[in-house]
């Protein structure tokens, strides 16, 4: 009983027993069949689930690289927290978390390219079928479920990494208000000037010297024990690059100068600024590669250790920027030689501001060696606030020195040019001096940091723009129209291409052009770099906003763009080059005619040309296949009013395959007559004989019917009409005629010539000679040599060739009555026969009737 209480619970009834064995059997019927429709919603949940696992390799690289982004924000941030950090630190962590910025946005638009993508693809896809539509294939099922959560994925990616890139610049911002507080703190800070020089100086100098003998002192000593080999080949090394490098330059210069001297005794103002941006760029160059040789050396054979690499890189800077300072000024200036003086100015005041210059350049930068030098030495900060007072004070006495130089006096203020007006203007000495008292005031009232760092920004901004000031002038210079043929270089390059002077004025020009770009790219950021901001920093921003354009949903890198330039410019030589190659190499030892010739190498032209393009649009960024609503469009402009443009591209195709006429060919085409000299694809150019250019749109000469004398050879041929009196014997003529043909040695035998006897004339017999050439070109010269003959033969033989004649009956004076009685008798058979007389005419005066109809 208990028993069967305990198994209450599964007792089935009949009715319940075959509804099991039903299920039962239903169950094991399909349990090999596949399942034929289930629930979407089922469905969907399962293929989701397949989906999540199988992960997109392009989803786990970008989360992988998210999460480094993330990392290194919470390193940044972490960092941020910190107190005390100096300008550098702090500059580094805005680099870094621009950079972070940069990364992060290009990592936003991979994953926004790939979602775009993905929507496209589940776009076409269509939504899932309803409850009450037919079923789909489960394998667009699995793909729309894949997709769906690829994009799911995809957007989470997104948003991640668009509030990490907010919190980028949120860092960077915050950043910038803390080096800008931290630049205004240092640069207003007041130093008690009483303090100052109340300190020990010999002692702090005394400590200095000793902490120099014992740093650099044995690092000496070190290098010359443990490195001496190495030491001495660095030095021997150097000497020698120098020596080299000098013995270059002034080779260079001499011949350069020698040819500049040689050409004018007297130069004009574009000579001159050639000459000095000559003289100042290639030392100049030559100093930078030796002293970067140099460096190099001593790096490289592990001479220098950290502070040593610091003071030495400081230092070799510092010569390189002096002695260019040093060359400009003496070029532009001229203190030793008036005549190639750019500025019309006294030689005194020329020799004082070229002075003064070199001087300002050279406190400023030695200044910098000794920051680097107490830096490494851990001087006192006293040495650092004189060594700063001292530099500012030097400098502000040179600036209100150089504004009381006069430079201009009688003719040479007559003399000056509007570039000189710009560089001085009477302004100029007046603010020189304004800076020079406001820097002498802010370092005598203690503002110590503020007067050097003006003191350092008129140093180098002056340097900056004074250099870009010349070159401004020397491609204003260059793109003046005729100036490349006043240089030995320029003739040089006009003869090796043999270009002419229009093309050699548009070089001129576009060499201009670049020398104001260059002189843009490079000074710009040369002037940021001297008001404090970091190359790196400088790169960023760039990047960030000058490197890319976005048009709708085309993105294009201005970067890229100026490589597609460069790549076009590459291909377009490289076409011409292979042209060139091609037609001396291959066409011309084939001994093709010139008209194949023109066709290949037109076709290789505009292939080459077409493939550059191609290539040029890939490296800009822009995407092929979107060209195809430029192609839309274009199909839509042919509809409206380019067939004419595309019937005659599609024409000049066809002649250039098809080559029913080649350039040269003499061709005949309605009133148009004359020599193909070029067929490109939207026209023919036809020269006629009288030497007229005449432009043919393709479409009339593939539309209309064209002769052509030398289609498939140049033989042809040419007639010539003969007429000779009545009493004439014709077969004697003929005879005459074909023995003239026949003896002419340009004339063919075969096909022999003939003659054909035309006709009757009203005053001769009239023949025609027809003989054939090799070359239908020379028929005007053969016609003119048989013609010549004939005359000759002809008057040999007493043939008479005739000229038209008529009677003519005069009338000599008479008594009055026989005249008029002869006129009257004229009139009366002059007049028509007329087979119905009227009897009007019978009348006495019908005769002499004038006012009508005889």
């Given at each position: 009983m208990k028993l069967?209480?305990?198994?209450?619970?599964?007792?089935?009834?009949?009715?319940?027993?075959?509804?099991?064995?039903?299920?039962?059997?239903?169950?094991?019927?399909?349990?090999?069949?596949?399942?034929?429709?289930?629930?979407?919603?089922?469905?969907?949940?399962?293929?989701?689930?397949?989906?999540t696992v199988a992960s997109d390799p392009f989803i786990d690289e970008k989360a992988q690289q998210?999460?480094?982004?993330?990392?290194?924000?919470?390193?940044?941030?972490?960092?941020?927290?910190?107190?005390?950090?100096?300008?550098?630190?702090?500059?580094?962590?805005?680099?870094?978390?621009?950079?972070?910025?940069?990364?992060?946005?290009?990592?936003?638009?991979?994953?926004?390219?790939?979602?775009?993508?993905?929507?496209?693809?589940?776009?076409?896809?269509?939504?899932?079928?309803?409850?009450?539509?037919?079923?789909?294939?489960?394998?667009?099922?699995?793909?729309?479920n894949q997709l769906i959560a690829e994009r799911s994925e995809l957007s989470a990616l997104s948003d991640k990494a668009t509030k990490l890139a907010a919190s980028a610049v949120e860092a960077s911002k915050k950043i910038a208000t803390m080096r800008r507080d931290l630049f205004t703190d240092a640069l207003f800070a007041h130093t008690s000037l009483q303090d100052l020089f109340a300190a020990d100086f010999i002692s702090y100098v005394q400590q200095e010297y000793r902490n120099f003998q014992a740093s650099y002192g044995a690092w000496f000593r070190y290098i010359w024990k443990e490195r001496r080999v190495q030491l001495v080949l660095a030095l021997g090394l150097s000497?020698?690059?120098?020596?080299?490098?000098?013995?270059?330059?002034?080779?260079?210069?001499?011949?350069?100068?020698?040819?500049?001297?040689?050409?004018?005794?007297?130069?004009?103002?574009?000579?001159?600024?050639?000459?000095?941006?000559?003289?100042?760029?290639?030392?100049?160059?030559?100093?930078?590669?030796?002293?970067?040789?140099?460096?190099?050396?001593?790096?490289?054979?592990?001479?220098?250790?950290?502070?040593?690499?610091?003071?030495?890189?400081?230092?070799?800077?510092?010569?390189?920027?002096?002695?260019?300072?040093?060359?400009?000024?003496?070029?532009?200036?001229?203190?030793?030689?008036?005549?190639?003086?750019?500025?019309?100015?006294?030689?005194?005041?020329?020799?004082?501001?070229?002075?003064?210059?070199?001087?300002?350049?050279?406190?400023?930068?030695?200044?910098?060696i000794i920051d680097v030098l107490n830096e490494t030495l851990a001087a006192d900060l006293a040495l650092e606030a004189v060594r700063s007072f001292v530099a500012a004070i030097l400098i502000g006495l040179i600036l209100v020195a150089v504004s009381f130089i006069k430079p201009f006096h009688g003719d040479a203020m007559r003399q000056r040019t509007r570039a000189v007006k710009l560089l001085w203007p009477s302004l100029m000495a007046s603010l020189i001096r304004l800076a020079g008292f406001f820097l002498l005031a802010c370092a005598i009232t203690g503002y110590i940091a503020l007067a050097r760092f003006i003191a350092m920004q008129v140093v180098l901004t002056g340097a900056i723009l004074s250099t870009a000031y010349v070159s401004i002038l020397l491609g204003n210079a260059v793109s003046q129209p005729g100036t490349m043929l006043r240089t030995d270089q320029g003739r040089r390059i006009a003869e090796r291409f043999k270009l002419s002077p229009v093309r050699i004025d548009q070089i001129s020009l576009l060499a201009g052009l670049a020398i104001y770009a260059l002189t843009v790219l490079i000074g710009i950021p040369c002037l940021l770099v001297a008001w404090g901001m970091r190359l790196a920093e400088i790169r960023l921003w760039a990047a960030k906003h000058l490197t890319s354009v976005t048009l709708g949903s085309i993105t294009i890198s201005l970067g890229g763009i100026l490589l597609a330039i460069i790549l076009f410019v590459a291909g377009y030589l490289l076409t011409r080059w292979f042209q060139k190659w091609f037609d001396d190499n291959v066409l011309l030892r084939s001994r093709a005619d010139p008209g194949v010739r023109n066709s290949v190498k037109t076709g290789i032209n505009y292939l080459g040309i077409l493939l550059a393009v191609l290539v040029a649009i890939s490296a800009a960024g822009v995407n092929l296949s979107s060209l195809a609503l430029v192609a839309s469009a274009l199909s839509i402009g042919i509809g409206f009013g380019l067939q004419t443009i595309v019937q005659n591209f599609v024409s000049g195709l066809i002649l250039l395959i098809e080559r029913p006429f080649k350039v040269g060919d003499w061709i005949v085409s309605g009133t148009t007559e004359g020599f193909v000299k070029r067929i490109s694809v939207r026209a023919t150019e036809i020269e006629t004989f009288q030497r007229q250019s005449i432009i043919v749109p393709n479409s009339e000469l593939i539309n209309a019917s064209v002769g052509n004398w030398t289609h498939h050879n140049h033989m042809g041929r040419s007639e010539i009409a003969v007429g000779v009196s009545y009493s004439s014997d014709p077969r004697k003529v003929m005879d005459i005629l074909l023995e003239l043909a026949k003896a002419h040695p340009l004339v063919l035998a075969n096909p022999e010539p003939m003659v054909i006897f035309n006709g009757f004339g009203d005053s001769s017999l009239d023949f025609e000679l027809r003989v054939y050439l090799a070359d239908v070109f020379n028929g005007i010269p053969v016609r003119n040599d048989l013609r010549v003959a004939i005359f000759e033969r002809f008057r040999k033989e007493n043939i008479e060739i005739p000229f038209p004649q008529r009677d003519l009956h005069i009338i000599t004076d008479r008594d009055g009555e026989e005249a008029a009685a002869l006129a009257a008798e004229i009139r009366r058979r002059s007049q028509p026969i007329d087979e119905n007389p009227n009897p009007a005419f019978d009348h006495p005066d019908a005769g002499n009737d004038d006012s009508g109809g005889r």
């Open positions: 069967d209480a305990a198994f209450m619970p599964l007792r089935l009834n009949s009715r319940h027993f075959g509804a099991f064995l039903l299920l039962v059997l239903a169950l094991t019927l399909g349990a090999g069949q596949p399942v034929l429709a289930q629930t979407p919603d089922t469905q969907s949940n399962v293929d989701r689930a397949n989906a998210l999460d480094t982004f993330a990392a290194t924000y919470a390193t940044l941030d972490k960092k941020m927290q910190e107190s005390g950090l100096s300008d550098d630190e702090l500059a580094s962590l805005q680099t870094t978390a621009d950079q972070l910025d940069s990364d992060l946005n290009q990592l936003s638009l991979d994953i926004e390219a790939k979602l775009n993508t993905v929507r496209d693809q589940i776009a076409e896809l269509g939504k899932a079928p309803g409850s009450n539509d037919p079923p789909e294939p489960a394998v667009t099922t699995d793909q729309r000497a020698l690059a120098a020596f080299l490098f000098r013995s270059a330059t002034i080779a260079l210069m001499r011949r350069r100068l020698a040819q500049m001297v040689s050409e004018d005794d007297k130069p004009d103002f574009f000579i001159k600024l050639v000459t000095a941006a000559y003289s100042t760029g290639l030392p100049s160059l030559v100093i930078a590669a030796f002293l970067a040789v140099s460096y190099l050396l001593f790096y490289g054979l592990d001479v220098l250790v950290p502070d040593v690499q610091q003071f030495v890189f400081t230092t070799y800077k510092a010569i390189a920027v002096i002695f260019f300072v040093f060359l400009l000024t003496r070029n532009v200036l001229s203190p030793g030689d008036p005549a190639w003086r750019l500025i019309p100015m006294r030689t005194s005041a020329a020799r004082k501001l070229h002075w003064a210059i070199t001087a300002m350049a050279a406190i400023n930068w030695g200044d910098q």
